[in-house]
DNA sequence: TATTCCGATAGTGAC
DNA sequence: GTCACTATCGGAATGAG
């Protein structure tokens, strides 16, 4: 049955007026797309972005990402890139929030479902961690291995376009027989390739991952801190400017860096 | 491993003093058997009734009902004929704990699993109602279904002894790959044959069944009361023998008839 | 077909 | 590949000198 709402997306996409969506569910809006909270998100951070249904597209078109990639090529270009730049402005809010409730940021995931199970299309855009509560089931993570298949990278899709005309043809049709099995394949870390025999096992290694970038990155701010110090005690009349207790703007420099546990560089 | 005491009833077979098991366990015991209760009974009433390790047998021969019916086939036959009669008496006895706590007595049902999982061979003697808490599982409702093939009732198995050899090398065979099967099979009522489709609403039905049954067998107290009554009226200077609150005696006698519920005869 | 524990699997119903 | 609920199915451990 479809009441329980597998449309529901369709809906919000179809509203003259989205701001009348409720808080909780709509966290922004432009005139072609609307940015929505996963009402179950399967990472700290996960949100989705959905194209508002209009000209030259209609519902049907824009019902999945095989049903898009049908449309004429420059068309459907267009809408994904449009959806990339609202997608980019959501990752740019969610890394501000992982500084403000983490004191650091880390990868950022932006895709498509092979096979989505809710109608009209949605593109995820969910932070690099898979850690949630509501993460319960093999295929809910299999769903977001970043190489296992079925979650289909934003880039790769836009690449597409580029691509020969036989390959986009190819990758376009988003074959069930040929997505579907992948739900089912063995539970292993997106990060570190390691198998893990059931979802309990999974979450706690995923959740020592998490804690294990989480101190690294801590003493990565500690590191700034000392040299910092060490700064201001050789020009000593200087106070330094970050000599407080929110580090951010320290990740903000050094975040793209990798430093071995002693590097002073 | 066998640890988990897969031959417990191996070792109770072997005891030569069988009374110096606690009284929780056995019922009571022969020269040539010992009666225990089921630990896990899946009836109202379930005892097991298990021969003794004496000549000509070894344990091996009486680890199971195959490996009974490999031996001499009069030596076989002997061994079940013993544990015929006991399982009798079990019966008798369970039918006087019927009218005691129950006001009537049902069927009973004696036979054996075509696959057992624990060694030693044992003989069911239970209630034909298969209610019980201990009653979980498919399985466990399958191997004791009494029409699903996998309860060997004991009579089917002494009439082999009288059938053509060729019948009695074949049904003697019990082959895994025949039986298990059975026990996957769907979920009907042993009584009315209806099928349900999962063990809560097996479970229930039984239970129903259940009281069907004993409303049936209150009423039919009942009417033979009334007709106790109407007697006692008749020859007014006659005091009833059975103006009490026990009905067993009335059902004694009445409980082998058939009636409808507005027989008067 | 011993039980029990744990987890995966399957069907359903949901507004 | 929606969730939540219920029940089933499937493996492993089970004790113990």
């Not at 969506?21 to 809006?29: K, N, Y």
């Not at 990868?107 to 969910?126: K, R, T």
């Not at 400017?241 to 071995?260: A, K, M, T, Y």
Request: hydrophobic share 35%; aromatic share 10%; glycine share 2%.
């Amino acid at each position: 049955m479809s009441s329980a709402n597998m449309t529901i997306f369709r809906a919000y996409a179809q509203k003259s007026n989205p701001a009348s969506l409720p808080p909780s569910v709509l966290f922004s809006h432009s005139e072609t797309c609307l940015t929505v909270f996963d009402a179950f998100p399967k990472s700290i951070f996960h949100f989705l972005v959905i194209p508002r249904v209009r000209p030259p597209f209609n519902v049907y078109q824009l019902a999945n990402l095989r049903s898009l990639l049908k449309c004429e090529k420059n068309c459907a270009k267009e809408l994904l890139i449009d959806l990339s730049r609202e997608a980019n402005n959501v990752k740019k809010m969610i890394e501000s929030e992982m500084f403000k409730k983490y004191g650091f940021k880390w990868e950022i995931w932006m895709g498509f479902h092979a096979i989505p199970s809710m109608e009209h299309l949605h593109l995820h855009v969910l932070s690099a961690d898979l850690c949630s509560p509501r993460m319960k089931l093999k295929k809910h993570y299999n769903s977001f291995h970043p190489k296992r298949g079925f979650f289909i990278h934003l880039s790769d899709v836009l690449s597409w376009f580029d691509a020969d005309p036989s390959y986009y043809k190819t990758t376009s049709q988003l074959k069930k027989s040929e997505y579907e099995p992948l739900l089912k394949e063995d539970l292993s870390c997106w990060k570190c390739d390691r198998n893990l025999s059931n979802m309990p096992k999974l979450k706690s290694h995923l959740q020592e991952e998490f804690d294990k970038l989480f101190d690294q990155e801590k003493a990565k701010v500690e590191r700034e801190r000392k040299r910092s110090d060490d700064l201001a005690q050789t020009s000593s009349s200087q106070i330094s400017l970050n000599d407080d207790d929110s580090p951010q703007d320290e990740l903000v420099r050094g975040s793209d860096e990798e430093r071995g546990p002693h590097s002073e560089n």
